[in-house]
C-alpha cells in the first residue's frame, strides 16, 4: 500500500517503484506500515527529515553484489540516525503474463543484478537477458506489454501488484542471497538493555600520521569489542581524502566503547567522528545455518 505524509507516522519510505525488494523488506519487517516509494536514495532520505515518513529502509550491501554504491556518502549528511537493521533474503521469480507457460518465452528484463544473480538459471533456459533499470519495473513493463515471449525477474510482490504469473520461483542461482537494510528515523533509538546484542555504527576520519589507522582501533581490541564491518571510501574524489565506516558488536553508551571511542577521537582531527547509530543487532548475522530467517 502506498502513503502520503497525511499520516506520517505509519509510513516507510524507500527507493524504487511498488513490488521492490525494498518494499518487501518494509512489509516483512514492519507490516502493519505503509510504503511510500521514491526515486531516489537522496527522496528516500529526505522524507524522514521533512517528516513525510516515519522511516527510510536504506539497502547498504547485498551477500552477492556488495555494497550498494553511494549509500555511504549519503547517510552521514543526511542527518539521520540508524535505529534498526534488517536481513531481507532476496528469492528472484521468473515472472511472465497471465497464462504464459514457461516454453513461450525467449527474453527476460530484470536489473543487471537480478539477472547476475540468475545467470546459470536463465543459461539452462535457452533465454536472452535484457537489462532494465530496475527488478518492479521490469515486471510492470512486461506486464504492460503484454508480450508472452518477454518475462521479468523480480520479487513475488510485484508479481502480485502487476498481475504476473510465477513460471518459475527460486531463480537465483545462490539460495544465501541476501540484502542488508538498514532502518533510518529522525532521531537516536539505542536500546535501553546494554547487555542485549547491539550494533553501534560510526564515520571517522583520521590525522596523517603513520600506523593511524592501527593504532586507532586498538582502543577497540584492548576493550574486546568486534568490528564487523570496517570500509574505507574516498571523500569528493579525493584519493588522499579517506573516510572510514565501522560496524561495532557494542552499544554505544557501554563503559568500553567509551574507551575505545575515546583512543580513536586521539588519532583523528576535531569533530571527525560521528556515530550513526546504535540499534539491536538482528538475529539473521548471528545465523550459522545458511539462513536468514
Known amino acids: 500500500m502506498t502513503s502520503t505524509s497525511s499520516h506520517a507516522d505509519n509510513v516507510i519510505a524507500y527507493q524504487g517503484v511498488p513490488g521492490a525488494y525494498s518494499q518487501l523488506a518494509c512489509r516483512t519487517r514492519f507490516p502493519d506500515m505503509d510504503t511510500l516509494p521514491l526515486a531516489s536514495f537522496e527522496d528516500m532520505l529526505q522524507a524522514v527529515v ?42 528472484h521469480h521468473l515472472l511472465g503474463v497471465k497464462g504464459t507457460t514457461l516454453d513461450q518465452l525467449t527474453s527476460v528484463k530484470s536489473h543487471a543484478q537480478g539477472l547476475a544473480q540468475c545467470r546459470n538459471g536463465l543459461r539452462k533456459l535457452g533465454l536472452i537477458p535484457e537489462m532494465h533499470p530496475d527488478t518492479a519495473g521490469a515486471a510492470s513493463d512486461v506486464a504492460a506489454m503484454g508480450d508472452a515471449s518477454v518475462g521479468a525477474i523480480a520479487s513475488s510482490l510485484a508479481a502480485e501488484i502487476y498481475g504476473l504469473d510465477i513460471l518459475k520461483a527460486g531463480m537465483e542461482d545462490a539460495s544465501t542471497n541476501t540484502t542488508r537494510m538498514l532502518i533510518m528515523a529522525k532521531n537516536p533509538e539505542y536500546p535501553a538493555n546494554q547487555s542485549d546484542a547491539a550494533i553501534t555504527t560510526l564515520i571517522f576520519r583520521l590525522r596523517s600520521v603513520p600506523a593511524a589507522l592501527y593504532k586507532a582501533l586498538g582502543g577497540f581490541a584492548t576493550n574486546g569489542i568486534n568490528l564487523t564491518k570496517l570500509e574505507s571510501y574516498m571523500l569528493d574524489g579525493h584519493f588522499t581524502a579517506v573516510q572510514f565506516y565501522i560496524d561495532a558488536e557494542t552499544h554505544v553508551e557501554s563503559p568500553a566503547f567509551a574507551l575505545a571511542l575515546e583512543e580513536l577521537e586521539f588519532f583523528c582531527p576535531q569533530d571527525a567522528v560521528t556515530v550513526l547509530g546504535c540499534y539491536p543487532a538482528d538475529a539473521a548475522r548471528y545465523d550459522t545455518g545458511g539462513n536468514t530467517r
Do not use: C, K, T, W
Not at 553484489?65 to 534498526?84: C, E, K, W
Open 50 to 91: 521533512d517528516g513525510d515518513a516515519r522511516y527510510a529502509m536504506v539497502p547498504v550491501e547485498n551477500s552477492l553484489a556488495g555494497r550498494v554504491a553511494d549509500i555511504h556518502h549519503l547517510l552521514p549528511s543526511s542527518g539521520l540516525s540508524i535505529i534498526g537493521e534488517h536481513f531481507q533474503p532476496v528469492h
